[in-house]
């Protein structure tokens, strides 16, 4: 088992890359706080994990929400005695936005959710893992935080890519910070995996074809791809590991 006896909550842990972190951690032997702004879906995956055998709650929060924030911390420390392990996993693209935003509603929106949301986790999960005597953060970025997209799929100004970039950034000025107090923060860059965030592209054959071939490996990633590097960053395995971008991208960013 390679969390033995670590405390982890997985922010956006209800879908794809933070379901699968979240059911592999307690895999590996963790108490999972599941946490999501879908409450049905975080308590049907901590379900799932106790159905298995693992240790879960299901923790409803806006990641933006600095009470709300505090709140699942708080029940993840009370419930399971400390916290070591923060994956922020919540974040939303710019066609997840209401219908009804215009173009500056849907960049504030964005990068509320991807940075506020990563930040916010952050800041509140440092003070409980300094009283548990260390952690790692693992933050969700993309290839879009390491290279533009291309024309196809964003015009330039559109928020994904700079919310993406602002998280790598986080990344490393908050790794430099707690590097001394034992707590380890690194960055995923993953390609295009196939969640409920990618649906929309991949429902039309033609995009999906094309978001496949943008891949050298001719392919979408699965979210237990992404899983199993952020249980690396997670794991003692990556103990000298911090302020690291690493990318699960089938090659993309290597083109
Ligand atoms: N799927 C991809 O191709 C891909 C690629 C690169 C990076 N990422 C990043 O990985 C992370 C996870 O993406 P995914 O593909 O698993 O997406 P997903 O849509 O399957 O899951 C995201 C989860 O975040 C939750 N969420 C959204 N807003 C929230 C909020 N304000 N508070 C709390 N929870 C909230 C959603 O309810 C959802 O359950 C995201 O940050 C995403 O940008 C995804």
């Given at each position: 088992?390679?969390?033995?006896?670590?405390?982890?909550?997985?922010?956006?842990?209800?879908?794809?890359?933070?379901?699968?972190?979240?059911?592999?951690?307690?895999?590996?032997?963790?108490?999972?706080?599941?946490?999501?702004?879908?409450?049905?879906?975080?308590?049907?995956?901590?379900?799932?994990?106790?159905?298995?055998?693992?240790?879960?709650?299901?923790?409803?929060?806006?990641?933006?929400?600095?009470?709300?924030?505090?709140?699942?911390?708080?029940?993840?420390?009370?419930?399971?005695?400390?916290?070591?392990?923060?994956?922020?996993?919540?974040?939303?693209?710019?066609?997840?936005?209401?219908?009804?935003?215009?173009?500056?509603?849907?960049?504030q929106w964005v990068m509320d959710i991807n940075v506020k949301g990563t930040l916010l986790p952050s800041r509140v999960a440092v003070e409980a893992m300094r009283r548990s005597?260390?952690?790692?953060?693992?933050?969700?970025?993309?290839?879009?935080?390491?290279?533009?997209?291309?024309?196809?799929?964003?015009?330039?100004?559109?928020?994904?890519?700079?919310?993406?970039?602002?998280?790598?950034?986080?990344?490393?000025?908050?790794?430099?910070?707690?590097?001394?107090?034992?707590?380890?923060?690194?960055?995923?860059?993953?390609?295009?995996?196939?969640?409920?965030?990618?649906?929309?592209?991949?429902?039309?054959?033609?995009?999906?074809?094309?978001?496949?071939?943008?891949?050298?490996?001719?392919?979408?990633?699965?979210?237990?791809?992404?899983a199993n590097c952020a249980l690396f960053l997670a794991s003692d395995e990556s103990s000298f590991v911090t302020g690291a971008a690493l990318s699960v991208d089938g090659g993309?960013?290597?083109?």
């Open positions: 088992m390679r969390l033995e006896n670590k405390i982890a909550l997985v922010t956006g842990g209800g879908s794809g890359i933070g379901e699968a972190s979240s059911e592999l951690f307690a895999a590996e032997g963790a108490a999972v706080g599941v946490c999501d702004l879908n409450p049905a879906t975080a308590e049907a995956v901590a379900e799932r994990i106790r159905a298995a055998g693992g240790r879960a709650i299901g923790l409803q929060a806006d990641v933006t929400d600095r009470a709300d924030v505090e709140r699942v911390v708080a029940a993840v420390v009370r419930e399971f005695g400390g916290l070591h392990i923060l994956v922020n996993s919540a974040g939303v693209s710019d066609r997840g936005a209401p219908v009804d935003y215009n173009e500056d509603q849907r960049w005597g260390g952690g790692s953060i693992i933050n969700l970025s993309s290839i879009y935080g390491l290279v533009g997209r291309p024309e196809w799929l964003g015009d330039g100004f559109s928020a994904y890519a700079h919310s993406k970039g602002a998280v790598l950034q986080i990344t490393r000025d908050l790794a430099v910070k707690s590097a001394h107090e034992g707590i380890r923060v690194n960055a995923l860059c993953p390609g295009f995996v196939h969640t409920n965030l990618t649906a929309g592209l991949q429902d039309n054959p033609e995009t999906l074809r094309q978001l496949e071939e943008a891949h050298p490996m001719g392919r979408l990633g699965q979210p237990r791809e992404i993309y960013t290597a083109q």
